[in-house]
C-alpha cells in the first residue's frame, strides 16, 4: 500500500500558488542578460562540439549518391552500413569518454574527442575503398558517441539553476542545426566543386577549431569544486590511488541508482523511436517509386519523399516543407526547454507529447503545400519540445560524480535500441497498402501516424512515474540555493540529504 501511495505521490502535477510566485515564468531575453561572459563560454563550447557532431555524422547522409559513385556503383543499402556501424559504436565512446570525463575532467577528454573526430572527417576524404570507409567511419562512431556526454557537462553544469531549462533546448537542437549545415554545404560547397570530400574537408577543419576552442578554455569550475570535495571526503582512503577512489564510487553508484539508469534508457529509446518515426526514417516507397538510388533508409530527410510521392508536391515545395519542420523543431525545443524552468521537466514532456499527438492529422492528413506546412511546424515544435528537456532531465537524474557518462550512455543505449524503427516500419508497411497513380504502393502514413502516437502514449507513461531533481545541483546531487522551490520526489534522496545537513 505504501509503494502505491508513493507512486502516486511522485506523480508530476501542475505547480501550486506558492510555487507559481517563487518561479514565476522569465523572459528568456532576461535571463540572458543575467548571463556573465564565463557561463556563456562553456555553454558556447559545449553546444558547437555537439553541432559539429551532428555535422560530420550527416555528412555521409547527405552524400549518399556521390559516395556511390566514388565507391563503383555500391547501392544505397551498402552505403547505409556505415551509418549503421557509426550507430551501433556509438555506445561505446558514450562509455569511454564518460569515465574519462568524469575522472579527469571536461576539458581534455573533450579536446581529444574532437581532435580524432577531426583527423576521421579528414580520413574520411582520403579512403579510396568501400572497406576503407566502414572502418574509418566505425572509428568514429566511437569518437561521435563520446561527444554527448561530454558536451552536456561542459555546457550546462556551470549554468545558473533557472537558466538551465532554456538552455537546454537550445543544446539539444545544435543536432538539426548541424543537419541544416550538412545539407545547406552539400547543395552550395560540393555541388559548385563536384567532390564529395569537400564536406568533409570543411568538418575536420571546423573539428579542429573547435578543438582549439575547448583547449584554451579552462576547466570547469564547478568539476574542480566537485573533485577537490571528493578528495576531502576521501582523505581516510587508506592510501588508494585517485583512480581506485573513483572507480569504488562509480560501482557504488551503480548499485545505488541502477534503476535511474534502466529508467534513463528505456525512456531515451521511446525519444528515439519519437524522432525517427517523425523524420520519416524508412523506406518510403523506395521500391516502387525508383528512388532507392537517392534516398537512404537511414536518412533523416525522406519526408520530401514523402511529400513529393504521396501528397503530389514539387521538388522545391518538399523542400521549403522541409526547412518549415525543422524551423518548428528548432522553436519547439527552445520554448520546451524554457518552460520546464516553471513547469517542471516532467510536466513539460508530457505537455508537449500531447501537443505531438493532436497534430499527427495535420502532418498526414493535408493535401495542399499549406495544410502541409502547418502540420510539419506542429509536428516537429511537439517532438523537438519534449527533446528540449531531455539534456537537462538527464543531467539532474543523473547519480552524483556521474554526469557525462550517465547522460551519454543512456542516451546512445536508447539510440542502438531505437535503431529497430526502420525494420518495424519497413515491415508495417507492406501490411497496409495504397494505390497513388494507378501504383499500388507501401502506406507508410498510417503506419508513421501508428508509430508517433504509440511512443508518445508511451513515453508520457515512462516520465508519469520517472524522478525529478529540478534545481540539484549537476555534480553532487543537492538542491542549489538558487532554486527556491527544487522538486525533488524521492525521498530517499531527501532524508539522505537532511541527514548530510551540518
Known amino acids: 500500500m505504501s509503494f502505491i501511495q508513493n507512486t502516486f505521490r511522485g506523480l508530476p502535477r501542475l505547480p501550486n500558488k506558492q510555487e507559481r510566485a517563487a518561479n514565476r515564468p522569465r523572459p528568456p531575453w532576461q535571463i540572458c542578460r543575467e548571463l556573465s561572459a564565463r557561463h556563456y563560454m562553456y ?19 547527405v552524400t549518399l549518391t556521390r559516395l556511390s559513385v566514388q565507391f563503383d556503383g555500391r547501392s544505397i543499402t551498402d552505403l547505409t552500413e556505415s551509418i549503421t556501424l557509426t550507430l551501433l559504436f556509438r555506445s561505446v565512446g558514450a562509455l569511454g569518454f564518460g569515465l574519462l570525463t ?39 562512431g566511437i569518437m561521435m558517441g563520446g561527444i554527448y556526454g561530454m558536451a552536456t557537462a561542459t555546457a550546462l553544469e556551470n549554468m545558473p539553476s533557472e537558466a538551465r531549462g532554456l538552455f537546454s533546448g537550445i543544446l539539444q537542437q545544435g543536432y538539426a542545426i548541424g543537419y541544416l549545415i550538412a545539407a545547406s554545404l552539400n547543395l552550395s560547397l560540393v555541388a559548385k566543386t563536384d567532390d564529395w570530400r569537400s564536406i568533409f574537408y570543411f568538418g575536420a577543419c571546423l573539428s579542429f577549431l573547435i578543438a582549439i576552442l575547448r583547449a584554451l578554455c579552462p576547466e570547469s569550475p564547478v568539476f574542480l569544486e566537485a573533485r577537490k570535495q571528493a578528495q576531502i ?224 502514449g508511451y513515453i508520457i507513461i515512462m516520465t508519469c512515474f520517472g524522478k525529478e531533481y529540478r534545481g540539484v545541483d549537476l555534480v553532487t546531487g543537492a538542491p542549489t540555493s538558487e532554486d527556491t522551490t527544487p522538486t525533488v520526489t524521492d525521498e530517499e534522496t531527501l532524508a539522505k540529504i537532511e541527514k548530510e545537513k551540518p
Open 43 to 61: 555553454f558556447c563550447v559545449g553546444f558547437l562540439a555537439w553541432v559539429i557532431d551532428a555535422f560530420d555524422f550527416f555528412a555521409v547522409s
Open 233 to 456: 571526503n576521501a582523505g581516510d582512503s587508506s592510501g588508494r590511488s585517485a583512480g581506485k577512489v573513483y572507480l569504488d564510487s562509480l560501482t557504488a553508484a551503480v548499485k545505488q541508482y541502477w534503476g535511474r539508469f534502466v529508467f534513463a534508457i528505456l525512456l531515451m529509446t521511446g525519444f528515439n523511436f519519437l524522432s525517427h518515426g517523425s523524420q520519416g526514417r524508412q523506406l518510403l516507397y523506395c521500391k516502387s517509386t525508383q528512388v532507392s538510388s537517392v534516398f537512404s533508409p537511414l536518412k533523416p530527410d525522406l519526408y520530401p519523399t514523402y511529400a513529393q510521392i504521396t501528397k503530389g508536391m514539387s521538388k522545391h515545395q518538399a523542400s521549403l516543407l522541409t526547412i518549415i519542420g525543422n524551423c518548428g523543431a528548432i522553436t519547439g525545443g527552445i520554448l520546451g526547454g524554457w518552460s520546464s524552468q516553471f513547469l517542471g521537466r516532467r510536466l513539460a514532456i508530457i505537455a508537449m507529447c500531447i501537443w505531438t499527438g493532436a497534430f499527427i492529422p495535420l502532418w498526414i492528413l493535408p493535401t495542399s503545400f499549406s495544410g502541409l506546412a502547418l502540420g510539419a511546424f506542429f509536428l516537429q515544435f511537439g517532438v523537438q519540445g519534449a527533446w528540449g528537456v531531455v539534456p537537462i532531465y538527464l543531467s539532474e537524474i543523473a547519480p552524483p560524480a556521474c554526469l557525462a557518462i550517465f547522460t551519454g550512455l543512456t542516451y546512445q543505449l536508447g539510440n542502438m535500441i531505437s535503431a529497430a524503427s526502420t525494420q518495424i516500419e519497413a515491415r508495417a508497411g507492406e501490411l497496409h497498402r495504397v494505390v497513388i497513380n494507378g501504383t499500388e504502393v507501401e502506406d507508410y502514413t498510417v503506419v508513421q501516424a501508428a508509430l508517433i502516437g504509440t511512443v508518445a
Open 102 to 140: 568524469d575522472r579527469f575532467g571536461r576539458r581534455w577528454p573533450l579536446t581529444a574527442n574532437l581532435v580524432c573526430i577531426a583527423l576521421l572527417a579528414l580520413g574520411t576524404a582520403f579512403v579510396q575503398t568501400f572497406q576503407a570507409f566502414l572502418a574509418v567511419r566505425a572509428f568514429f
